[in-house]
């Protein structure tokens, strides 16, 4: 069973939609991660959230907006997106400091396709 | 800038042989630790074995160890006994001394296992 739990696992989507991804831990870790990965690459990170706290932002353009309301939730709310953001989506979460911090737990994903 | 690499895209092993992954880094830094992440077809991606490079003994999980070379800055992973649970795409990763889990991912390896 994954200790993170992401939710939808599959979404569609047009360009003027909003929607939101959710993610949820309850391990206790306060860092938390969104990922992006396109099939057969390795996930690109695009945020990191440390204490409920955005410490990374990748430069990823504002039609992505992270939300951590606590810290075992993380939101990313989605709009006016583009067919390239067609891609799955992955949640992640560690501890913070030291090796931990590179023991990431991941979700098993959101797929999702903008039409 | 750090850089990990990951030279073969794609490795084959029969079922119950040993296969090598390989994987390179470079880096100024001093203080590091590196892992090796396996995602298999639709599956969360998981942690499968970590080293932290101050250590000079090769971390080990079982079947799965790693030959690390500090001076060579290479950190290869040993699958023995291979499995058929083992076929994934498989990725070295790279983190720095951030206290978050800001992983550089090199760009995978596929692994087929043959019964």
């Known amino acids: 069973d994954t200790e993170v739990t992401q939710t939808p696992k599959h979404l569609v989507m047009g360009m003027t939609n909003k929607k939101s991804l959710k993610c949820e831990q309850h391990?206790?870790?306060?860092?938390m991660y969104w990922y992006k990965q396109k099939a057969k690459k390795p996930p690109e990170l695009m945020f990191v959230?440390?204490?409920?706290?955005?410490?990374i932002n990748e430069s990823v353009p504002s039609r992505f907006s992270p939300e951590c309301p606590n810290s075992s939730l993380l939101n990313l709310h989605l709009h006016a997106l583009q067919p390239e953001d067609s891609a799955l989506y992955l949640c992640a979460s560690s501890q913070v400091g030291g090796v931990r911090a590179g023991e990431l737990f991941f979700g098993e994903g959101s797929r999702l396709t903008v039409l | 800038a750090q850089t990990v690499t990951q030279s073969q895209p794609e490795m084959s092993v029969q079922e119950a042989e040993t296969v090598t992954l390989s994987c390179t880094y470079d880096t100024s830094e001093s203080d590091y630790y590196l892992f090796w992440y396996k995602q298999p077809p639709s599956r969360q991606m998981i942690l499968v074995i970590r080293q932290e490079a101050y250590k000079q003994q090769n971390a080990t999980e079982n079947r799965f160890s790693v030959n690390f070379q500090k001076a060579a800055k290479s950190f290869s992973l040993k699958i023995s006994d291979s499995q058929l649970g083992d076929a994934a795409m498989y990725f070295c990763?790279?983190?720095?001394?951030?206290?978050?889990?800001?992983?550089?991912f090199g760009q995978g390896t596929t692994l087929q296992v043959k019964p």
């Open positions: 391990m206790g870790h306060r860092a």
């Open positions: 959230y440390s204490y409920e706290k955005l410490s």
């Open positions: 990763a790279y983190k720095g001394s951030s206290n978050t889990g800001k992983l550089i």
